[in-house]
């Protein structure tokens, strides 16, 4: 497993500057010119392109893409011209609540998924069956924003249950937490019932059944393992998603998190935050597709790593 890790970690290295390459064009690519807004509004022709020149945006694409990457290699994210503090700063300051978030939401849409896919599985073509995959049907179905909306009327506005935004307590976290993982908890419910359904046809759990074993045990201690491979892989994907598309939920939250930063420098044309962050983003997927690929190796110990 040792050589496996240090081999994907290598692979790392060319998928990271491809990634970057992309992005810094993409970002480019973003209509606005940011020296005119670093400039203001009253600015003269004169006055922005000397503010160009100062952000090094007057240089060919290549040049300031290697620069960018100089910089990079050193630990340097670059300057906000929004803001003008370190984009190390700008990013360190909203990571944590958006972490948090997608962590608090991940749990509860990890927990209620098994649980619905578990029982949906086990009550096949019955009303518990029907009444999950309702649910997570409804989860798929209903945009992430409507339904945060209607969560703040209802909890926020009309019984004044949680705070309708922003990150005060540990009330805040409830409303935005649970939008944001009603789509993951239906997507984890159909994978796992239809992984589940799978294995219960194997042969070694008509032999467990068998022997006696009670229900239970065979479907929590001998199935349920199994089948979660490819639950796992889209549950770490899905988090992946979270963490760098929580844009909306924190958004209709007012979430002082990494989506908010993200939308603000896009009106800014702020491109050092929205190259890092972006970055930072592929960076989180390449990661979770990694710990996803040594987890295999725990749920299923025949799993060998070339």
Do not use: C
């Not at 937490?177 to 419910?189: D, E, K, P």
């Amino acid at each position: 497993m040792f050589r496996f890790l240090i081999k994907r970690l290598v692979e790392i290295i060319p998928i990271l500057i491809v990634v970057s390459i992309l992005i810094f064009l993409f970002v480019h690519m973003i209509p606005g010119d940011p020296a005119r807004l670093v400039a203001g509004p009253d600015a003269t022709i004169e006055d922005v392109e000397l503010v160009s020149k100062e952000l090094g945006l007057d240089k060919p694409l290549v040049e300031q893409y290697i620069t960018y990457m100089g910089n990079l290699l050193k630990g340097d994210l670059g300057t906000s011209l929004k803001t003008n503090r370190p984009v190390a700063e700008e990013i360190g300051a909203r990571f944590m609540p958006t972490f948090w978030l997608t962590l608090w939401s991940m749990v509860w849409a990890t927990i209620a998924g098994l649980i619905i896919g578990v029982i949906s599985a086990t009550k096949r073509n019955k009303w518990p069956d029907y009444l999950g995959m309702f649910g997570a049907v409804s989860g798929l179905s209903l945009p992430a924003f409507w339904l945060g909306l209607m969560l703040i009327q209802l909890f926020a506005v009309t019984l004044g249950w949680f705070p309708t935004g922003g990150l005060e307590s540990w009330k805040s976290y409830v409303l935005p937490a649970f939008t944001l993982g009603t789509g993951v908890a239906a997507v984890i419910a159909r994978f796992t019932r239809s992984a589940l359904m799978d294995v219960l046809k194997e042969d070694y759990v008509r032999t467990a059944r068998s022997k006696g074993l009670k229900e239970k045990n065979v479907i929590w201690g001998h199935s349920l393992r199994n089948a979660m491979i490819p639950v796992v892989t889209m549950t770490g994907l899905q988090f992946g998603f979270l963490l760098g598309g929580s844009v909306v939920i924190e958004t209709v939250f007012s979430w002082p998190g990494l989506g908010k930063l993200l939308i603000d420098s896009v009106a800014f044309r702020d491109y050092p935050v929205i190259q890092a962050e972006m970055l930072i983003f592929a960076l989180e997927f390449i990661i979770i597709n990694l710990i996803v690929d040594l987890l295999y190796g725990i749920l299923n110990p025949q799993i060998r790593y070339e």
